[in-house]
Antibody, heavy 112, light 111 residues
Framework: EVHLVESGGGLVQPGGSLRLSCAAS????????MNWVRQAPGKGPEWVGN????????FYVDSVKGRFAISRDNGKNSLYLQMNSLRAEDTAVYYC?????WGQGTLVTVSS | EIVMTQTPLSLSVTPGQPASISCKSS???????????LYWVLQRPGQSPQFLIY???NRFSGVPERFTGSGSGTDFTLKISRVEAEDVGIYYC????????FGQGTKVEVK
C-alpha cells in the first residue's frame, strides 16, 4: 500500500524559510516523478512543482520560481521542498503527490 | 498556462439520481504520446484529495463504476450515474499536458 507522509510544516514569519519532507513507501520511489501541491484555506489545489526520477529535472509554478526548490533522496525514499523568502500567500496545506496518491498534507502558516 | 474551467460550481443531487460536471481546457490536452492528460480529483470533506480518473476515462483502482469520464481535446465530462451519500465533496478536473493546473472545483451536495 502506498503511503506518503509529509512533515516539517509550521508557523514561520514572512521572509523566513522552511523545509518540508515527504516519506514515501509502498512503491518504487526512484522510478516515479514526484510533485508538491498546495491548498490555501478555502481554495482549490495549486500545483507547486515536480521533480523527475533521478532529480535532474525540476519544474515550478511561476509564483514560487527562485524561492522554492524541490529535491529528493532515492536512497531514503524521501522528497523535500525547501521554501525560502516565504510570503503570506504561501500559507497552505502542502501535499506530496506521487504514483497517483496524495499524502495527508502538512500546514504551513506564514504570519508575523 | 492551460486554464481549466468547470461548470457548474455547485450541484445538489437527490440520492440515486445522476450528476454531471463539465470541464473545459483552454488548450487541447492531447499529448504527443497520444494520451489525453485529463484527470478527475475528489476531495471529500476534511480529507486529502484523491484521484478518481486518469486520461479522461480510466478509473483508478477502487473507484466505483458509477463514475464515468468522457471527452476529448478541450471538452470533458464526469458523470455519476446514481449519486450516493459518500460522493459528497468537491470535484476538480486537472490537466498535466503542460505542468499541472486544476479547475475551480464543483461542490457536490446530496439532498
Amino acid at each position: 500500500e502506498v503511503h506518503l507522509v509529509e512533515s516539517g510544516g509550521g508557523l514561520v514569519q514572512p521572509g523566513g524559510s522552511l523545509r518540508l519532507s515527504c516519506a514515501a513507501s509502498g512503491f518504487t520511489f526512484s522510478r516515479n516523478w514526484m510533485n508538491w501541491v498546495r491548498q490555501a484555506p478555502g481554495k482549490g489545489p495549486e500545483w507547486v512543482g515536480n521533480i523527475n526520477q533521478d532529480g535532474s529535472e525540476e519544474f515550478y509554478v511561476d509564483s514560487v520560481k527562485g524561492r522554492f526548490a524541490i529535491s529528493r533522496d532515492n536512497g531514503k525514499n524521501s522528497l523535500y521542498l525547501q521554501m525560502n523568502s516565504l510570503r503570506a500567500e504561501d500559507t497552505a496545506v502542502y501535499y506530496c503527490v506521487g504514483r497517483n496518491y496524495w499524502g495527508q498534507g502538512t500546514l504551513v502558516t506564514v504570519s508575523s | 498556462e492551460i486554464v481549466m474551467t468547470q461548470t457548474p460550481l455547485s450541484l445538489s443531487v437527490t440520492p440515486g439520481q445522476p450528476a454531471s460536471i463539465s470541464c473545459k481546457s483552454s488548450q487541447s490536452l492531447l499529448h504527443n504520446d497520444g494520451k489525453t492528460r485529463l484527470y478527475w480529483v475528489l476531495q471529500r470533506p476534511g480529507q486529502s484529495p484523491q484521484f478518481l480518473i486518469y486520461e479522461v476515462s480510466n478509473r483508478f483502482s477502487g473507484v466505483p463504476e458509477r463514475f464515468t469520464g468522457s471527452g476529448s481535446g478541450t471538452d470533458f465530462t464526469l458523470k455519476i450515474s446514481r449519486v450516493e451519500a459518500e460522493d459528497v465533496g468537491i470535484y476538480y478536473c486537472m490537466q498535466n499536458r503542460q505542468l499541472w493546473t486544476f479547475g475551480q472545483g464543483t461542490k457536490v451536495e446530496v439532498k
